[in-house]
């Protein structure tokens, strides 16, 4: 689909099985493609702020979410946990 499809992208995001990213506020974690940022960005503030429980029992860990990324040529979910520990 994707030659058929998509115009070719610069930077397309190449995240790999694995990768943990930190975010710090609203500030993209580096090496996170934009895509991805803005869809699980509301998600990240929100936990981070003391949310849970997302879509009432969606989860079985409260302040977690799964998340995937909008990019329907290049389809990654995103497992966001909070992390209760000063990562500086």
């Keep these: 689909?994707?030659?058929?499809?998509?115009n070719p992208i610069?930077?397309?995001?190449?995240v790999e099985e694995g990768q943990?990213?930190?975010?710090?506020?609203?500030?993209?974690?580096?090496?996170?493609?934009?895509?991805?940022w803005e869809t699980m960005s509301p998600f990240v503030m929100a936990l981070a702020h003391g949310a849970e429980d997302f879509y009432e029992g969606w989860m079985k860990n409260k302040r977690s979410a799964m998340i995937s990324c909008n990019d329907g040529f290049r389809p990654v979910?995103?497992?966001?946990e909070t992390v209760e520990e000063d990562v500086t």
């Design 20 to 36: 943990v990213f930190i975010a710090d506020g609203w500030r993209r974690p580096e090496g996170l493609c934009e895509s991805a």
């Design 77 to 80: 979910s995103f497992l966001l």
């Design 1 to 6: 689909m994707m030659a058929k499809y998509e």
């Design 10 to 14: 610069e930077n397309a995001c190449m």
